[in-house]
């Protein structure tokens, strides 16, 4: 019977194929979207939330703001300073592995007889991918600076391109606060991303940053610890040892990564959500679309439906014969929706990782058999529901009045 | 009840619309009709011919009164049950043939069967055997718009014996067929009927009504006469 019915539903689609494609090109649109936005979301957590676990055993401290955003967390130079006290007294703690001092400032860089102010970040670069991972700092050209490195520095994309009117190339010569300093390497552009944001920033030991401010402004602490399961209960007592140095019960913030990696799931977690619910609207407009063929279909076809129970289909009968029209329907957009949801998540990768919207990161969409396998279901769920009400309509037809239908 | 009467009906009305625009299409039938009669009614057209043959194949209901097909009131049955009549003891022959247009000639014959739930083999067999009977082996993958108006009486008439009803129920089966055609579906009517099975045909086609053992007149919705022929 069933296969009675898929039949009938195919020849009854091949009579009005016309109308049958631009019904499923609905579905197939809402599908797709579903399809690739998942795929992507499910990218964007993987890319994200691979990369923040390898940092997860680390805390920062800063005086300044923390954020976090939908691609990574960071923070910036706040008005207070942490002192060499802050650094001893968290260095006492247990299960601390190291404590490296991020010191934040301007300063006045001169090249080509121009001036322009710029951040400063004082961080020994040895430690600083080992603290963010290279791939997110990763270098356009050049290298990071060895431990006893002396005048030299790394420079944001900005500052290399776009603060002079003659760009800064690597080996270039710059004078920082009147201090000479060879340009070591130059940072991949960030865009919004990760950590510190170093598109506008000169990065230097924190020697030739002590050297050349004469200030030694710690804004920031990064802390590894060995077990992450404590990064939340040493980060509160870091904390609370800088605030008791100061006394200011609001004086630091700390953060851990993997609390940030908490925030920034909950963001994706939102994001995902939203494409999906803009997939969800095409679809809800797709389900429309099938109840206005199947109408259509059922009008049309009267005669045929009087005929039916005149040669004795029951009501059940004649509906499932209508629902396995909308099923076959909306499976069949469902169908091609995947491969084109498929097609564009893997397009959305290409332009991702060409760089797309300045992403720190590129975004590798993942299909999994489970995205696509409620895909279809969602696409049967919508033909089912969507063929109910013309069925019944159809169903329920008066024998007599849809024979006489011409 | 009477028994073994294929079927009775008593003060059978049926009345179309209300107040004004009321029209009495059939008005107090009583009618008995045996197991195996080839029964012919004729009228001129409005007559209520139609209406007494819908309401016979239990495509309609009737207004008032009572229609009892093999011993069951049919009057009184919900829509399933009246599905279940039509599908097992009658076989309605239409005039414009009402084949299903997207089906081949094989398929509409399975289809009557697929409803009563006739499993693929036998309804394989009974659909060629049929199409067989009725002439039409070498056709029975053709779509009705390739065949001929005889051709597609034809099946369906093959369709309308699909699941072995005791009925047959006809109506204007020639109305739409050449002459030479419409003689070879009456021979297989009559053929249906020699084997035990009640005939009934609907026509203004003196020549057909001469076919049958009995003739019904119907006229202004009542039956005026009928004798044996």
């Known amino acids: 019977m069933l296969a009675d019915n898929i039949n009938l539903a195919f020849k009854n689609i091949k009579e009005r194929k016309t109308r049958v494609f631009l019904t499923l090109l609905g579905i197939a649109i809402g599908i797709m979207a579903i399809v690739s936005l998942m795929s992507i979301g499910e990218g964007m957590q993987q890319a994200v939330v691979g990369e923040l676990s390898s940092l997860s055993d680390t805390i920062i401290v800063t005086t300044g703001d923390i954020s976090v955003s939908s691609m990574g967390g960071g923070f910036s130079g706040g008005n207070n300073y942490f002192s060499q006290r802050d650094i001893e007294d968290i260095q006492r703690i247990d299960g601390i592995k190291s404590v490296d001092p991020v010191l934040f400032s301007s300063g006045v860089v001169e090249y080509n007889g121009e001036s322009q102010y710029v951040s400063l970040l004082g961080l020994d670069s040895e430690r600083m991918t080992e603290i963010f991972g290279i791939e997110f700092l990763g270098l356009e050209t050049g290298e990071f600076m060895d431990e006893g490195d002396q005048n030299k520095c790394i420079i944001g994309h900005n500052v290399a391109y776009e603060y002079f009117d003659v760009s800064v190339y690597l080996g270039s010569k710059i004078k920082l606060n009147g201090q000479s300093l060879v340009v070591s390497g130059i940072y991949k552009q960030q865009g919004a991303g990760m950590s510190v944001p170093t598109d506008d920033y000169a990065h230097l030991t924190t020697r030739d940053f002590k050297k050349i401010t004469g200030q030694e402004n710690m804004t920031g602490i990064m802390i590894k610890v060995y077990d992450i399961d404590n990064a939340e209960q040493i980060a509160l007592e870091c904390e609370n040892i800088i605030n008791d140095n100061h006394g200011d019960d609001d004086y630091a913030n700390s953060i851990t990564m993997s609390s940030i990696l908490e925030s920034v799931q909950q963001i994706i977690g939102i994001i995902q959500s939203v494409l999906v619910g803009i997939a969800a609207i095409a679809l809800v407009v797709a389900s429309i679309g099938i109840m206005n063929t199947m109408l259509t279909s059922v009008m049309e076809r009267t005669h045929e439906i009087g005929v039916m129970k005149a040669i004795g289909a029951r009501n059940s009968d004649v509906m499932i014969v209508f629902i396995m029209e909308g099923v076959m329907i909306s499976l069949i957009g469902g169908g091609i929706g995947v491969i084109l949801g498929i097609l564009g998540a893997k397009a959305f990768s290409s332009v991702s990782s060409s760089g797309f919207m300045g992403s720190p990161m590129p975004i590798y969409p993942v299909i999994t058999i489970f995205s696509i396998l409620i895909s279809l279901v969602i696409a049967m769920i919508v033909g089912v529901m969507s063929s109910i009400y013309p069925a019944r309509k159809a169903a329920k037809m008066s024998p007599i009045e849809a024979v006489r239908y011409e | ?229």
């Open chain 2, 1 to 229: 009840m009477k028994d073994n009467y294929a079927i009775v009906t008593e003060e059978l009305n049926k009345i179309y619309g209300k107040g004004d625009t009321k029209v009495t299409a059939l008005e107090n039938v009583n009618i008995n009709i045996k197991h195996g009669d080839y029964i012919a009614i004729i009228g001129p057209s409005g007559s209520g011919k139609s209406t007494f043959m819908n309401l016979l194949g239990c495509l309609d209901t009737p207004t008032s009164g009572k229609i009892c097909i093999e011993n069951i009131d049919v009057s009184k049955l919900n829509e399933n049950d009246l599905a279940r009549i039509r599908r097992e003891k009658i076989g309605f022959i239409f005039q414009k043939y009402n084949l299903l247009p997207t089906l081949s000639a094989f398929e509409n014959v399975e289809l009557a069967m697929s409803f009563a739930n006739v499993n693929f083999k036998k309804r394989s067999e009974r659909a060629e055997k049929l199409l067989d009977m009725v002439g039409l082996s070498h056709r029975i993958g053709h779509k009705p718009s390739e065949l001929s108006g005889g051709e597609q009486q034809r099946v369906a008439i093959a369709r309308a014996l699909a699941n072995n009803p005791s009925i047959i129920l006809a109506d204007e089966p020639t109305g739409n067929v050449d002459s030479k055609g419409g003689n070879r579906i009456m021979d297989i009517l009559e053929d249906i009927n020699n084997k035990g099975e009640t005939v009934i045909v609907v026509t203004h086609d003196p020549n057909i009504a001469k076919r049958a053992k009995w003739v019904i007149q119907i006229r202004d919705g009542m039956v005026s006469a009928h004798a044996r022929r």
